[in-house]
């Protein structure tokens, strides 16, 4: 049981010592610390926010809460992250395709968080699909196939395991210190030479303001520096949803089509930028562009389709393409006019509600539901034209059609259309 007074300790602003940092997270993994504590020491995390010493041990006390992945091939080692988006798919398709190109990619990712989804969770649309794996299993992987896709464990940064499954269902995502303990924790554990970390700003994303992305960004560049892991930084648009499908099983079918040199533009424009950073940053290639020239000839080739197909059999997944989804409906536009905006909010919430994500700890997810998004900021709509699709099981309709006539709004003059890529830091 942790006492009281090192929760009102964070409660009232004051740091935390090392050696309690390090107790909780002890504690809290071998069951000592109960979720309701821990829940009420990350809300007061997220409110007094933590100082960068505070963050680094935290870090340290949750890699070392497992074991690391030992060097098994002498490939360097790559990996991206990303902060968390509305149909943010890119790491089904940057794993397989940077493997292509002779970087192992061992990528221990998350579920889906608040109204995000998750890669684990999308993977798991796929029949048989394994994202447990034993330490032995994935360095086999390594070495076959040059990339996998697993989710921290009771070996692997176990204390993110416990900690993120909290956060998800007690309102304790949204702050900078638990995410970047949460991502570096994973990544400094995979044994990583290089990472690049896709922070995304937006109403879709955990960080709405370029403020709190670039406190963010900085914040896992500081303490990755502190880790010997080289960290670069894009901050990616997530005033809209990432490509047009949001939802579990439609998001795999997506990155389908792009690992198939199709597909949505902007997503595959954004998972080349990612892995071009990374591949230089390693010395892979001299320079971005001819990194961009390699990483397009591995999509349109199909060889990034192959390396795919090989690590979903190698998880025990079995390829039938496109998977299926819940009955479609249309959302048709109620007035003509312009996108001035997306309310992501509302799809990320009508997703869990659907049950394609979670309200609480442990919720079973329904891979099949999901939304289509029919157009962009900056499209011209007319009246009757289709807004999404929904996947929805007809029992869980009611009235949400009519409700998702909100999730855009309509001006009269054409806006902006915002930028995929809305800033670097390295
Ligand atoms: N991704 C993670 O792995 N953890 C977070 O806390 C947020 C995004």
Redesign the pocket.
């Known amino acids: 049981m942790i006492p009281a007074t090192l929760i009102a300790k964070k409660r009232d602003a004051k740091p935390l010592l090392d050696e309690e940092i390090r107790f909780l997270v002890e504690g809290y993994c071998r069951g000592e610390v109960a979720d309701y504590q821990m829940s009420a020491l990350a809300m007061a995390i997220c409110i007094q926010k933590m100082n960068q010493r505070e963050i680094a041990t935290l870090t340290d006390a949750m890699v070392h809460s497992g074991t690391c992945l030992p060097r098994c091939t002498d490939r360097p080692r790559v990996d991206k ?4 988006g509305l149909g943010d798919k890119v790491s089904l398709i940057l794993a397989p395709l940077l493997a292509t190109l002779d970087v192992d990619v061992p990528m221990i ?2 579920r889906g ?1 608040g109204l995000t989804g998750g890669t684990l969770d999308k993977l798991e649309s796929i029949h048989g699909f394994q994202t447990e794996m034993s330490i032995e299993q994935s360095s086999e992987l390594l070495k076959q196939v040059g990339c996998f896709m697993i989710g921290a464990n009771e070996k692997i940064a176990p204390a ?1 395991q416990k900690l ?1 499954s909290l ?1 998800d269902v007690t309102g304790s ?1 949204e702050s900078v210190a ?2 970047t303990a ?2 570096l924790s ?1 990544k400094i554990a995979a044994t990583l030479d290089a990472l690049v970390l896709d922070v995304k700003v937006g109403s879709g994303a ?1 960080m709405k303001t370029m403020d709190d992305a670039t406190e963010l960004a900085n914040s896992i560049i500081d303490v990755g520096k502190l880790s010997d892991l080289p960290v670069t930084v894009i901050l990616s648009d997530m005033s809209q949803p990432l490509g047009l499908g949001v939802g579990n099983a439609i998001e795999v079918n997506e990155s389908v089509e792009v690992l198939r040199g199709e597909g949505p533009r902007e997503v595959r424009d954004l998972t080349i930028e990612l892995c071009a950073d990374v591949l230089v940053k390693v010395n892979r290639f001299e320079n971005r562009d001819s990194a961009i020239a390699a990483l397009v000839d591995q999509l349109d080739s199909g060889a990034a389709y192959e390396r795919f197909e090989q690590m979903v059999s190698a998880q025990g997944g079995r390829l039938e393409f496109p998977l299926s989804l819940a009955q479609s409906h249309s959302v048709i536009a109620p007035h003509e006019g312009w996108v001035e905006s997306v309310n992501c909010e509302l799809i990320g919430k009508t997703i869990v509600e659907m049950k394609g994500g979670r309200s609480r700890k442990g919720d079973k997810i329904d891979h099949t539901v999901g939304m289509e998004m029919h157009l962009r900021v900056g499209d011209e709509v007319k009246v009757g034209d289709r807004i999404a699709t929904l996947y929805c099981p007809p029992q869980q309709l009611a009235d949400r059609l009519e409700r998702l006539t909100n999730i855009i709004s309509i001006t009269e003059k054409p806006p902006q259309r915002p930028p995929l890529i809305v800033m670097r830091v390295s």
């Open positions: 992250h990303s902060t968390g990712s998350g968080l993110d993120y956060r995502v638990l995410i949460s991502i994973k955990f």
